[in-house]
């Protein structure tokens, strides 16, 4: 198929607002019920040849072990059990009021329980997911494209992540605010403020240069590749991007470098535009943290000193 195909922010709306609530409520009970990692990395979604997986949980503090998928091929929810066991159903023409129901009514039948905070988080409303029947729209062919960008960006991030041998996070999917990403450490602690919200206290407490792609928001509403450093050294926003179209924005108090996703695709080499844009990021930080990126390398993924 096309690599990076259009995916229209405004096409989409209503499906992606939908599936992100069907991806929260599955998620926090990933949260809920897996180990916890350093940054929050055991919370975030993987990405399989048909969907979404939540990877195995469970099977600790009384919990069988358990796992859940997003099969985006079928539009079927599956959760499977270790001793075999599985329930699933279909995602076409849910709520999420009815996903909601069903999802917590298969883990009953399969003997798992697991509690969770049944409400949106940061998504602009706090409707509680059992109550939700507004959002109820989701396009199995809006959903099929989603997960094939998803895809193929993952492939282009993993192949960035390669160059670099220091810390770094997995190519994931956070479900709280619907991006793939992967981060590389400098190695420094950061020390965030202790009037930081506890999620955010984890999530940067290094010193980190992140890179990603979202699908797009209400503020910007279109898809774009994107990278910032944390906490933000002075000066970054002056550093230079490339390819020339890339630019710095402000966001939160802070600034991301920016690409957007129709410029990079429809680019003269996809790839490599989006991978030269990403290294050019990764450098200004790099450079304003004083990080050691030479020393940090590994060219397509190699450090074997002998290797020819």
């Given at each position: 198929?096309?690599?990076?195909?259009?995916?229209?922010?405004?096409?989409?709306?209503?499906?992606?607002?939908?599936?992100?609530?069907f991806a929260q409520i599955v998620g926090k009970v990933r949260l809920a019920a897996s180990v916890r990692r350093n940054h929050w990395w055991n919370v975030p979604y993987h990405l399989t040849g048909r969907g979404l997986t939540t990877r195995p949980m469970g099977g600790l503090d009384g919990l069988p072990l358990f796992c859940i998928d997003f099969d985006?091929?079928?539009?079927?929810?599956?959760?499977?059990?270790?001793?075999?066991?599985?329930?699933?159903f279909g995602l076409v023409g849910q709520s999420v009021a009815s996903f909601y129901a069903?999802?917590?009514?298969?883990?009953?039948?399969?003997?798992?329980?697991?509690?969770?905070?049944?409400?949106?988080?940061?998504?602009?409303?706090?409707?509680?997911?059992?109550?939700?029947?507004?959002?109820?729209?989701?396009?199995?062919?809006?959903?099929?494209?989603?997960?094939?960008?998803?895809?193929?960006?993952?492939?282009?991030?993993?192949?960035?992540?390669?160059?670099?041998?220091?810390?770094?996070?997995?190519?994931?999917?956070?479900?709280?605010t619907f991006d793939l990403a992967v981060t590389r450490f400098t190695g420094r602690v950061a020390g965030p403020s202790p009037q930081a919200d506890p999620v955010t206290r984890e999530a940067y407490s290094w010193e980190v240069i992140s890179a990603g792609f979202w699908f797009g928001d209400e503020e910007r509403p279109w898809p774009a590749f994107y990278s910032y450093t944390a906490p933000e050294p002075e000066g970054l926003d002056k550093e230079p991007l490339w390819p020339d179209w890339a630019a710095w924005i402000p966001s939160r108090g802070s600034h991301l470098a920016?690409?957007?996703?129709?410029?990079?695709?429809?680019?003269?080499?996809p790839?490599?535009?989006?991978?030269?844009?990403?290294?050019?990021?990764?450098?200004?930080?790099?450079?304003?943290?004083?990080?050691?990126?030479?020393?940090?390398?590994?060219?397509?993924?190699?450090?074997?000193?002998?290797?020819?």
């Open positions: 198929m096309e690599l990076f195909p259009a995916m229209p922010y405004e096409d989409w709306i209503k499906t992606k607002e939908t599936f992100h609530r985006l091929v079928r539009h079927r929810l599956v959760i499977d059990r270790l001793d075999g066991r599985s329930v699933s069903d999802l917590f009514t298969a883990l009953a039948d399969l003997d798992i329980s697991v509690d969770i905070h049944a409400t949106p988080f940061d998504l602009g409303d706090s409707t509680p997911f059992a109550e939700d029947r507004a959002h109820a729209h989701y396009d199995p062919a809006l959903i099929t494209r989603y997960w094939q960008v998803l895809s193929q960006v993952a492939q282009v991030l993993e192949r960035f992540a390669a160059d670099f041998c220091g810390k770094t996070s997995p190519v994931h999917h956070f479900w709280h920016v690409l957007r996703y129709d410029d990079a695709r429809t680019s003269d080499d790839v490599m535009t989006v991978l030269g844009f990403l290294e050019s990021a990764y450098r200004a930080g790099a450079r304003r943290t004083s990080c050691d990126a030479e020393g940090l390398a590994s060219p397509r993924g190699v450090t074997d000193p002998f290797h020819a």
